[in-house]
């Protein structure tokens, strides 16, 4: 099976920047997602990795490194409808998605 | 654009039950998927399908059957529901089922299984 960690929970100050981290045993490796999921709604499309390096969009980021088998999303001036979970998901060479169990983010007034 | 559905939005079903949650689409992706998910595993990969016509096995298969025969709908049975059936289900298309394809989620259906 694919193995995928990150942490369960996370809690940050309105206006601040927080990281989360993923990192990734997998049988293969075609690209990485993030996808973020508000309490009780369905998962939507954040940020797509598949060379390394950083992808900048707005005030969020994705980070990639293969060789290290790691990737984070950076959440900057973070508003309150940040809180939410965020996925971390492989694909790998079976071409199905593989996800982590989530990171639940709380942002803090 | 309705993007994705899914009914019942809720369902309460005694164990033994036959139950098929339904999904459709509008987007006339090719692939569709269907995921649990639980508190601290993730989503999982139940069946997907790369086209109508076409399926196949997840993760975690046992217990459910789909079928696919048009683009649209991507309908989940559960033949004789059982208590550890009890999840959050998400159905998903994607445009190709390739590795670089976004897939979009539909709302999902809160499933519990006494």
């Known amino acids: 099976g694919q193995n995928i960690d990150q942490p369960t929970e996370m809690t940050a100050t309105e206006g601040a920047i927080v990281q989360i981290n993923c990192t990734y045993q997998t049988s293969g490796f075609n690209g990485l997602f993030w996808y973020q999921q508000h309490a009780g709604e369905a998962p939507t499309f954040l940020s797509y990795?598949?060379?390394?390096g950083l992808e900048e969009k707005g005030r969020f980021s994705s980070f990639l490194s293969r060789s290290k088998g790691y990737s984070y999303l950076l959440l900057k001036e973070l508003q309150m409808k940040d809180s939410a979970s965020y996925l971390c998901?492989?694909?790998?060479?079976?071409?199905?998605?593989?996800f982590g169990a989530g990171t639940t983010v709380t942002v803090r007034a | 654009i309705a993007g994705i559905t899914q009914a019942p939005t809720s369902q309460i079903l005694a164990a033994g039950r036959r139950m098929t949650l339904r999904c459709t689409q509008d987007?006339?992706?090719?692939?569709m998927y269907w995921y649990r998910q639980d508190l601290g595993l993730g989503l999982r990969l139940i069946h997907y399908?790369?086209?109508?016509?076409?399926?196949g096995k997840g993760e975690v298969p046992d217990g459910y059957s789909v079928s696919r025969a048009n683009t649209d709908d991507f309908p989940l049975t559960l033949a004789s529901a059982v208590p550890s059936q009890t999840s959050v289900y998400f159905c998903?298309?994607?445009?190709?089922?390739?590795?670089?394809?976004?897939?979009?989620f539909g709302p999902g259906t809160r499933l519990t299984v006494l």
């Open positions: 998901a492989v694909i790998p060479n079976d071409y199905k998605l593989s």
């Open positions: 990795n598949v060379l390394d």
């Open positions: 998903a298309s994607s445009e190709t089922g390739g590795p670089t394809d976004t897939q979009y």
């Open positions: 399908s790369n086209t109508a016509g076409t399926t």
């Open positions: 987007m006339r992706h090719n692939a």
